[in-house]
């Protein structure tokens, strides 16, 4: 593992916070590159996404730590250091999906569910390339397996081999991002045609992800069914917003099907 990218004498430049930093920064390029295939006003939707960014970056730092305010409150001591803070993946998509909400709310110009669809792309490819800065640092690591995919961490004793999560996590967010891109290539030019428009390769993207989480919940270390249901905040989202996303994409699907055939 490679936690540590360059350092001087007490400075220090971390590679997981370097790659993280490529991956969301190339997923803002994107989205902005992807706006006029939404038709969205390029002014207006980069105004929101500069605010939903600042929220992403908090929404990261939350949640990893959510469970544990009361015990930052109660002694300040025990609050990490920017050096060692430590992200949520989930806390930051819940962050701009929220503070974009409320933006969109109040613009003319922005569609927020069109918003999702042309943003939901490139945040699946930072996921693909932020993992690799997990994995180099040697964090979310995996339970002990002799799975021939299996990797030895630094910090393990010898013989000590693990299931690579970080790569999991990579290689299935890559596999969602072709998906999606196929399912995109086919529904947009419908949704063009149609006079409303509804909303799929959003909910199709959040449910993937939950779906990727949910899958991979076994064979992390830190992670246990009691950790999940009682003290995982990004699971415990994810229960509460999967029926209702997918509430969301049959509901954008069946009035697609309706408008195209009454066309």
């Not at 993207?205 to 003290?231: K, Q």
């Amino acid at each position: 593992m490679y936690p540590t990218l360059i350092q001087f004498g007490s400075f220090r430049i971390d590679t997981y916070s370097v790659i993280w930093f490529i991956a969301l920064s190339l997923a803002i390029i994107w989205s902005i590159k992807r706006l006029a295939l939404y038709e969205l006003d390029e002014d207006e939707s980069r105004r929101i996404m500069a605010v939903s960014f600042l929220f992403m970056i908090l929404g990261a730092m939350t949640l990893e730590h959510i469970h544990d305010i009361p015990l930052y409150i109660a002694n300040p001591s025990s609050m990490p250091s920017l050096t060692n803070w430590g992200l949520s993946e989930f806390g930051a998509v819940l962050g701009a999906f929220i503070a974009a909400f409320i933006q969109c709310m109040f613009s003319k110009k922005i569609s927020f569910i069109k918003l999702c669809d042309a943003a939901i792309i490139p945040a699946m490819l930072s996921i693909v390339i932020g993992r690799w800065g997990c994995f180099l640092n040697g964090c979310c690591v995996g339970l002990p397996t002799k799975f021939f995919m299996a990797v030895h961490f630094p910090f393990d004793s010898a013989g000590v081999m693990r299931h690579p999560v970080q790569i999991y996590y990579s290689v299935i967010a890559f596999v969602i991002v072709i998906i999606l891109l196929y399912a995109e290539k086919k529904i947009l030019p419908v949704q063009k045609k149609n006079k409303n428009y509804y909303s799929v390769i959003a909910p199709l993207g959040i449910i993937l992800y939950a779906l990727m989480r949910f899958a991979i919940v076994p064979v992390r270390d830190e992670d246990s069914i009691w950790v999940v249901l009682s003290d995982a905040a990004t699971y415990q989202v994810l229960a509460c917003v999967f029926p209702l996303v997918c509430i969301w994409l049959m509901y954008s699907l069946v009035r697609l099907k309706a408008d195209s055939s009454y066309k």
